[in-house]
């Protein structure tokens, strides 16, 4: 009898469990099956290339069944588990509810954007975590430019040129490097923006930014940022929202004494970290009290809990480089731990040992738009244009298949050349509906009705 092998969510661990696994076990000895609420997985260091109009979107995600083969691949929102009958719940894209049983299964369902109970937050606020957020920010930019375009007084014209990110990680700082690019590059086609200018504003509650990387390299980052007329505020945060303004506080001098600002702007991004799939919490699976993670031990093993194993941004997995603290919510950490629990799991299932996850950090890069970017990788720190290159080549040997490879070296290629798209299409995927019988009858009335129309109208010509 097969194995059955369920993996939930198909991002950058769920695909990399498959594709391993896809290698290391021999045909028809299991049924591997990845559930995913979507047929792509997001490669989300290329977020805000899509948001800038730097890259198509659609070259941004690799569909899952151009890559998995041997993998049965369900789409569906997993909605619960019971570990005590070895089945998850899913809900099938047409509504049904289903079970699938299982003799492992991997969790892999990732994160979403943490937010904070900040009045107008949810209101008003963009995130920048799926595509479709980075494309609603894209056709924001688009829009807020040529609003503003149209509006005479320049006091006006502000809150529709002013950009605040709030958070200064990955996202954050990448988002806005990116979107401050696009910003610049369009002024040429809107005079009276251009004599204005736009802003932009960082905002990180803590005293720095991008903890991730060494605090030399975010110095430059931030001295890059800065020398674009990026206006850097850290230890700040965002107490409130309206539609056309945001109050920011900051804490300064040694008293930390509090400052309030009322910013007037409509665009406002939040990218202020992230915390697992809402899901976790009905898999019936121990979680950490902190982060809300599901608990595994060194071989992303659940404790407790047979045949279960997490990975990626949904698990709380020790990091090899201090046993006490998580290892960082990265892609890179996601795949490694992909990697560890597919051995693990082929292990398991034909009676051989287990693997300890033990990847430390490698490498980070943080792309800043403008050519520039900043890295550090094996101890040796790039900033610059050989960082910015660096990046790119590895996104490039990262990025899994060939023909994704080439879309993204003729986006590339293309901006450099010839700039990028200012066409703002918010309305792709959301088409006007069709005239119902009552909206024609009711227009054939008012074309009686009108005085001119009629019976009386001249033959056309
Ligand atoms: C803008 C941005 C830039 C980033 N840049 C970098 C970078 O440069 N380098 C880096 O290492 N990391 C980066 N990260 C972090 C990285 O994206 C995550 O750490 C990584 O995606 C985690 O992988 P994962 O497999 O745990 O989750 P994901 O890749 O998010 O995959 C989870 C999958 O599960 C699916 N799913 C969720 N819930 C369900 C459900 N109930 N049912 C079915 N399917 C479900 C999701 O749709 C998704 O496909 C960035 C993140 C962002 C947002």
Redesign the pocket.
């Known amino acids: 009898m097969a194995w059955n092998v369920v993996i ?7 695909f990399e469990v498959a594709r391993k696994l896809e290698r290391m076990l021999p045909r028809h000895s299991a049924q591997v099956t990845l ?4 047929n792509y ?2 490669y ?2 290329l ?2 290339g899509a948001a800038a109009g730097t890259l198509e979107p659609r070259h941004t995600v690799v569909p899952l069944r151009d890559q998995l083969c041997d993998t049965n691949l369900r789409l ?4 619960g588990a019971d570990p005590a009958r070895q089945v998850v719940r ?1 809900t099938t894209g047409d509504g049904r509810e289903d079970e699938l049983r299982y003799d492992h299964l991997i969790v ?4 979403v954007s943490r937010t904070l109970p900040i009045p107008g937050l949810a209101e008003h606020a963009f995130g ?2 799926t595509l479709p957020e980075a494309i609603a920010l894209r056709n924001r930019l688009l829009q807020s430019l040529e609003i503003a375009e149209g509006i005479d007084n320049p006091a006006d014209r502000e809150p529709w040129l002013t950009y605040v990110f709030v958070g200064a990680g ?2 954050g700082l ?2 806005l490097a990116e979107l401050q690019d696009f910003a610049t590059d369009l002024l040429d086609v809107y005079p009276r923006c251009r004599l204005q200018g736009v802003r932009f504003i960082l905002v990180e509650a803590q005293a720095r930014v991008m903890p991730e990387i060494p605090s030399s390299l975010a110095d430059f980052a931030i001295d890059e940022l800065r020398a674009r007329g990026i206006e850097v505020r850290t230890s700040t945060t965002i107490d409130r929202l309206t539609e056309e303004s945001a109050t920011l506080s900051s804490r300064t001098g040694e008293n930390e004494d509090t400052v309030e600002e009322r910013v007037p702007t409509r665009t406002v991004v939040w990218t202020a970290g992230v915390k697992p ?1 809402p ?1 976790v919490k009905r898999l019936g699976l121990p979680l950490d009290e902190r982060s809300g993670r599901i608990v595994v031990d060194r071989q992303l093993r659940v404790e407790g809990v047979d045949g279960v194993w997490a ?4 698990a709380h997995v020790p990091d090899p480089r201090d046993l006490t603290r998580p290892a960082p ?6 795949i490694r731990q992909g990697r560890t629990v597919a051995h693990n799991v082929a292990a398991a299932l034909s009676g051989g040992r287990a693997r300890t996850f033990n990847y430390k950090t490698l490498g980070v ?1 943080v792309d800043l738009g403008h050519g520039k970017a900043v890295a550090s990788t094996l101890g040796l720190r790039w900033r610059g244009v050989p960082a910015w290159f660096l990046a790119r080549t590895y996104h490039l040997a990262s990025m899994p298949g060939l023909t994704r490879k080439i879309r993204l070296i003729a986006d590339w290629t293309v901006g450099l050349f010839f700039g990028r798209d200012g066409a703002e299409l918010g309305r792709l995927g959301h088409p006007g509906k069709l005239d119902t019988p009552d909206q024609l009858a009711a227009a054939q009335h008012a074309a009686e009705d009108a005085p001119g129309t009629g019976d009386d109208r001249p033959d056309a010509p």
């Not at 569906?76 to 909605?79: A, L, S, V």
């Not at 892999?108 to 994160?111: F, M, P």
């Not at 990975?311 to 949904?314: V, Y």
């Open positions: 939930a969510g198909g991002g950058f661990g769920g559930v995913s609420d979507q997985l997001l989300t260091p977020l805000p569906g929102t997993i909605t899913l892999s369902v990732g994160s920048m975590k990955y996202a990448e988002g799939s899901v990975i990626g941004d949904a919510p990265t892609a890179q950490h996601a890069f």
